[in-house]
């Protein structure tokens, strides 16, 4: 199915002499007669709150195979230009639209867009002769992308090592794309030689490639001049130079993950998105402390900062399949709002944003409720976006939900660069032991490749990203092999070569 835009696109004069707006979209035949019912009971409830829309309906053109969607008005035609101006017209005109038509058009989207999917797994597996010439077609636009590799310190070259046998076997087998992987050395290890955890070097590598997957940063023993460990220094000064506003931390619950609720609902699959360069982080380096009596850092929340990473959780909230107790599309603020004017200004921002999304519904919870719904009843919240502090502790507790923070990949997006990596530390004591589980490091390179694909509409992206996915759950799932920290004996190496080994086989994720 393709639509418009869903805003005001064509005025007309009705046959009734009233003057009506139109919204078009293209819908195939056989949907007609269930997707009108279906939004006209969507439509209902939306236009009881607005008496100034004096009737809804919805024609199809068989000829365009094109539908409208309808709202007459008034049959003055000066009154209806004020109302074209006004701040009502762009609340309710060029909104309700949007709602009512992503209602409705969303599950025969989805139907379209799974059997595509079907399809295309069905051509890349099959051995019959049409994957010759489908190999040599996609070879001649095959994009080649430069990732930038930091594996880092303790555990991160051995979880890098992992996370690069398992791309190297996912490239072999997709024909649409490469990936180009170079290893820079940077982090705590680096420091205690050099004295510099970051060159400029490979900060401008970073700035250069594609997108930048990142394994651990930092080790205790190793200090700065003022006894601060290196990593914090590093990463915030990485996360100001790409610009990268959201961070985001996938909450997920696996068949065969550990976890520690006894009830699990309908499932756990949400996502923590935290503001990345501001909130009380935009201290870090400032801050002021008078002797040995007081010390102050500063929460710092602007409407562009705010804005930016709204934005992001409400287009994410559209790309995914909605919370699982119900499938509704939603973006929950969580603040603390009652106390913080910071946190008032920092809600208000983000209802302004939902204003853009009336297609995704929206809520707000205090932070502290929010620790205690998390454990309750997971399965009610889908994208939850939230300041900076916040979302350091609030992705964590739900990393431990989902089986611990080895299987927590995370991502840091920006308008023009990417930075993935696990959500775990560097783990000093296993290191070198071939033990840590590489699975966080895996989901964020599986993370990385749909950011790609969204980006450059890379459509071989998307889909290695779910077969990257879908791999990593089938190993997880069986439960054959699996590191010792969600209850195995494997080694780092072997989880590594049971998820490559995993790509043909489809898992219930």
Known sequence: MRRTSPTISQLKRSKQNMFIVTVEFEIKPQYVADFRQAMLKQAADSLALEPACQQFDVCFDPEAEA????????????????????????????????????????????????????????????????ITSRTVTESKQMRTYEIALLPGDGIGPECMQAT?????????????????????????????????????????????????????????????????????????????????????????????????????????????????????????????????????????????????????AFRLAQRRNGRPSDGRQMVTCVDKANVFRSMAFFRDIVQDVAGDYPDIDHD???????????????????????????????????????????????????????????????????????????????????????????RYGDQACLESAVRLEQAVAKVLQDGDVRTPDIGGSSSTTEVAHAIAKAFSVPANI
């Open 67 to 130: 539908m409208c969607v309808l709202y007459e008005r008034y049959d003055d035609r000066q009154a209806f230009d004020q109302h074209l101006r006004s701040d009502h017209f762009r609340r309710f005109d060029q909104t309700v639209a949007s709602w009512v038509i992503s209602k409705t058009v969303k599950l025969w989207e989805r139907h379209e867009q799974q059997s595509a999917q079907r399809a295309t797994q069905a051509e890349r597996f099959s051995t019959t002769p049409a």
């Open 364 to 454: 707000a919870v205090y932070v502290d409720a929010m620790s205690l719904y998390m454990v309750q009843r997971p399965w009610d919240f889908d994208v939850l976006v939230m300041e900076n502090q916040f979302g350091d502790i609030l992705s964590d507790l739900g990393a431990g939900l989902v089986g611990g923070l080895g299987l927590g990949p995370s991502g840091e997006i920006g308008d023009d660069h990417a930075l993935f990596q696990p959500s775990h530390g560097t783990a000093p004591q296993i290191a070198g032991k071939n033990v840590a589980n590489p699975m966080a490091t895996i989901l964020s390179a599986a993370m990385m490749l749909d950011w790609l694909g969204d």
């Open 164 to 312: 690069q046998v398992v791309l190297d076997a996912l490239t072999e087998t997709e024909p649409g794309f490469r990936l180009q992987l170079t290893a820079y050395e940077a982090g705590a290890s680096l420091y205690r030689d050099t004295g510099e955890a970051l060159p400029q070097n490979v900060l401008d590598a970073c700035l250069a490639a594609d997108a930048v997957l990142l394994s651990a940063i930092g080790l205790p023993d190793v200090r700065q001049a003022d006894g601060t460990e290196v990593q914090p220094t590093m990463m915030v000064g990485l996360r100001r130079a790409l610009d990268v506003h959201s961070a985001v931390r996938s909450v997920k619950l696996y068949p065969g993950a550990p976890c520690p609720l006894k009830d699990i609902g309908p499932g756990i699959d949400f996502v923590v998105i935290r503001e990345n360069l501001e909130g009380l982080f935009a201290s870090f380096g400032g801050g002021s402390r008078v002797g040995n009596e007081v010390a102050t850092d500063t929460m710092v929340v602007t409407r562009t900062g705010t804005s930016k990473v709204a934005d992001f």
